[in-house]
């Protein structure tokens, strides 16, 4: 193992622990670690970080669902929807540049960690939207979540997250439950990819069983040890550094 694979592996094994903490695949941060690793963006940090994205959610979701924190039945119109959306948004990131692809990826983590950390100090939610009018609102969003998850190479957590805490989820709930929808969202987008020839085996296997680890350790600091309000900066502050990052290398 080249110490350069070594190197990334390390690296992908640590974001995994945060971003299962916060219910999120982690594919908005692999992604960029990938490209400073000085893989290519499209071909090889996108797809890989999509199913580094589903593996981390899956081991995460599968500690979650054990301690009965996911909101199954409510996640289904997330799941149909996305799953749609995400091959269709992966055919696409062929027909956008590179530069187009990393300009998008950061506008939309600046969104999702502003409103987050907005969202920080403001008390937990007691009621719940309606349940018709949620299911309908999570099936159209989860589409185009989908959709800008295909094109960006991420599984949508960053989205759903702050969507489901608007719609009165408590923060742990939404976390738990965005692990469990995102699996289903970053395997259909990363089998986009794959179709479209972009893979990288020696990379995926090795960061594979890294996040598999992480993650694990990960849901359960989250479950025993970690509350609401910091679940929520620490998703802001890594949302709102990575895009600094990447509109910095970007246009400076």
Not at 215 to 234: N, R
């Amino acid at each position: 193992m080249s110490i350069l694979l070594i190197s990334v592996t390390v690296s992908i094994f640590f974001l995994s622990v945060v971003f299962a903490m916060l219910g999120l695949g982690g594919a908005m941060l692999y992604i960029p670690v990938f490209h400073w690793f000085a893989y290519d963006f499209r071909s090889v940090a996108i797809p890989t970080g999509l199913l580094l994205n589903g593996i981390t959610a899956l081991s995460a979701a599968i500690f979650y669902l054990k301690a009965k924190m996911v909101d199954v039945k409510g996640s289904i119109p997330l799941i149909i929807t996305s799953f749609i959306g995400a091959p269709i948004g992966a055919y696409f990131t062929k027909m956008v540049s590179t530069d187009s692809l990393i300009l998008l990826f950061a506008i939309a983590m600046i969104f999702a960690g502003g409103k987050m950390l907005l969202s920080a100090g403001q008390p937990e939610k007691n009621h719940m939207m309606p349940v018709r009018k949620r299911m309908v609102l999570m099936g159209i969003a989860g589409f185009f979540v989908g959709f800008i998850a295909g094109l960006l190479g991420v599984g949508g957590g960053f989205l759903f997250v702050p969507m489901m805490i608007a719609m009165g989820y408590k923060t742990k709930a939404a976390a738990a439950t965005s692990s469990f929808v995102v699996i289903f969202s970053s395997f259909s987008g990363f089998a986009g990819h794959v179709a479209e020839g972009h893979f990288n085996w020696p990379l995926m296997i090795a960061t594979s069983i890294a996040v598999i680890i992480g993650s694990q350790i990960g849901a359960k600091v989250m479950k025993d040890k970690m509350k609401a309000k910091w679940i929520k900066q620490m998703f802001a502050v890594v949302l709102l550094g990575v895009a600094v990052k990447l509109l910095w290398k970007l246009y400076l």
